[in-house]
C-alpha cells in the first residue's frame, strides 16, 4: 500500500536522510522513519489540542523494530506536547541502556510503552497521556460503561468489552511497574491508569490516538449524566444493531478530521 506523505512527514524527510534496518534485516528507508517520526509527533499536538494532554505531560510510541520504538523524548528547548517536532521523536531500545544524543531525554515513564510493546506483539503504537474527565469519573468512582449507542459506536464497544483499572497513582518509571501496568492492560485495548491517565493501544498510531479520544467523550458524557441520575447502560438488542463501520471510517476519517482542525489552527 503506498503512503501518502504528509507535508509534515516531507519536511522530516529532509532531516533525516539514514536508512536503517530493521531486527530481520529488512532497510527502513528514509522515508519510513520520517514519516514514523512525523506521525508520532501530530499525534502528540493532537492529542494536546483536544484537551487530553497538558503541558509536557504525555508520550506516544510507534515500534521501529522488534527490538526498539520511536517515543517522544524530551529535548532542551522543550515546548509541550502541543509544539511537538519531529526532532523530538527518537529511537530507543526496548530493553536496555538508553543515552541519547542532543540533550534528548527518554520519557520518565518509558517502560509503560517498552513494557506493553514486550508483551504485546499485536501492539504497534502506544498513547499514555492525561484525560481530566476519565481521571475526574475514576476518581469519583465512576465505572465507564456502555451508555452510548449510535452517539460512539467504537466507544461504546471499549465499554462493552470492560475497562481495566491499574489500581497504583504513582508514576511508571521502573520495569516492574511497566510490566504490571502490561499486566492490568491484559489483552485490552485500552486501561485506566487511577489517579493519574490513561495508556491506550493500536495496530497504528492513529487507532491509539482515536481510541484516547473515544475514551474521554465517554468519561465526559459519564460524568454529565451521572450528575443526574445512574444512567442506564445500552441495551443488548440496540447493541446488536449497531454495526462495526471498519477502521476507516472510524480511525482514518476522524484522523483527518483531527489533522484539518490542527490545520485551521495553525499547528
Known sequence: MAIEMSRSSQDALAHYPLASESAEGIPRTAVEEAVARSMVATACRILAHQGLAADILGHVSTRADNDSIWVRCRGPQERGLLFTRPDDIRRVPLVGRTDLPDGYAVPNELPIHSEIM??????????????????????????????????????????????????????????????????????????????????????????????????????????????????????????????????????????????????????
Open 118 to 267: 514486550r508483551a504485546r506483539p499485536d501492539v504497534q503504537a502506544v498513547v499514555h497521556v492525561h484525560p481530566p474527565a476519565v481521571v475526574a469519573a475514576d476518581i469519583a468512582g465512576l465505572t465507564l460503561r456502555p451508555i452510548v449507542g449510535a452517539f460512539n459506536i467504537p466507544a461504546m464497544r471499549l465499554a462493552s468489552d470492560g475497562i481495566p483499572v491499574y489500581p497504583r497513582s504513582v508514576l511508571i518509571r521502573r520495569t516492574e511497574l511497566g510490566r504490571a501496568v502490561a499486566d492490568a492492560l491484559g489483552m485490552k485495548h485500552v486501561c485506566v491508569l487511577r489517579g493519574h491517565g490513561i495508556v491506550t493501544t493500536g495496530e497504528t498510531v492513529q487507532q491509539a490516538v482515536v481510541r484516547a479520544l473515544n475514551l474521554e467523550a465517554l468519561a465526559r458524557l459519564t460524568l454529565d449524566a451521572s450528575a443526574h441520575g445512574d444512567p442506564e447502560v445500552l441495551s443488548a438488542e440496540d447493541a446488536a444493531e449497531l454495526p462495526d463501520l471498519g477502521s476507516t471510517f472510524n480511525d482514518q476519517f476522524v484522523w483527518h478530521s483531527l489533522l484539518a482542525k490542527l490545520d485551521h489552527d495553525g499547528l
